[in-house]
């Protein structure tokens, strides 16, 4: 999913930070639409293009990231399920609810579509996932550190641009600082490139980690065979 997919990005460039310093908690609620594309071609010449968004809801302590999925092919899926008491998890489309305490433990939930369902994973699964347990990653999109080692173009208000130019590859970054997250991702290398755009949404209208009391509760370890 996301944090997954931006951290390819910015794998060169992340190095370990602690947490930033955070704002009250009524200042850092807000919804976002996180919009990924990626073109690469491969060594046989053909080139692939893919796309994806997400929707991901913010406070000072959690975050909730769910993929944004066509109604009719979300229906169809639902329907090939059927009544398997072993039940496929869709990592992929399955809804993240990352949670931060005071001490800085961190719990990881997949809430599966349609399905009233909690799984918890646990620190040894969460490579298994594509969550690399970093807090600070995950609240601001990408890890901050990671600007630190880049070119910075004078602030347009509350943007920043960073640029990082090697052999390999071009990183570009506008980086919103109020809201301590990146508003547009762009990297290119030989083969491929890949950009990330984040639409402000404004408040959460609703927390859904907050409608969660009836949901069954199980463990990663319950879908693996």
């Known amino acids: 999913m996301m944090r997954h997919t931006i951290s ?3 794998q060169a460039a992340v190095v370990s930070i602690a947490l930033v310093s955070l704002a009250p908690a009524h200042a850092q609620s807000v919804e976002l639409l996180v919009k990924h594309r990626t073109v690469s071609t491969s060594p046989d010449g053909v080139t692939r293009s893919t796309e994806f968004s997400e929707r991901l809801i913010r406070t000072r302590d959690t975050l909730w990231i769910s993929r944004v999925l066509p109604l009719a092919v979300h229906s169809d899926h639902d329907h090939d399920k059927g ?3 072993h039940k496929h998890l869709d990592i992929a489309t399955a809804s993240r609810w990352i949670s931060r305490t005071d001490s800085g433990t961190i719990a990881l939930k997949l809430v599966p579509n349609n399905e009233k369902v909690l799984v918890n994973v646990t620190q040894t699964d969460y490579d298994n996932v594509g969550f690399d347990g970093s807090w600070a990653a995950a609240w601001s999109l990408i890890d901050p550190a990671a600007l630190k080692r880049m070119k910075s173009a004078p602030p347009a208000g509350d ?13 570009k970054v506008v980086w919103n600082a109020k809201l ?17 755009m984040v639409q402000v949404l ?20 319950d879908y693996l065979d």
């Not at 943007?159 to 990183?171: A, S």
């Not at 997250?181 to 950009?195: A, G, I, M, N």
């Open 202 to 221: 404004g408040s959460p209208a609703a927390l859904p980690w907050e409608k969660l009391q009836d949901f069954t509760q199980k463990d990663y370890s």
């Open 180 to 196: 301590q997250l990146p508003v547009r991702v762009e990297s290119s290398d030989k083969t491929s490139r890949s950009q990330t």
């Open 159 to 171: 943007l920043i641009t960073y640029t990082l130019t090697d052999k390999e590859r071009n990183l």
């Open 8 to 10: 390819a990005t910015l």
């Open 83 to 85: 009544s398997d008491p």
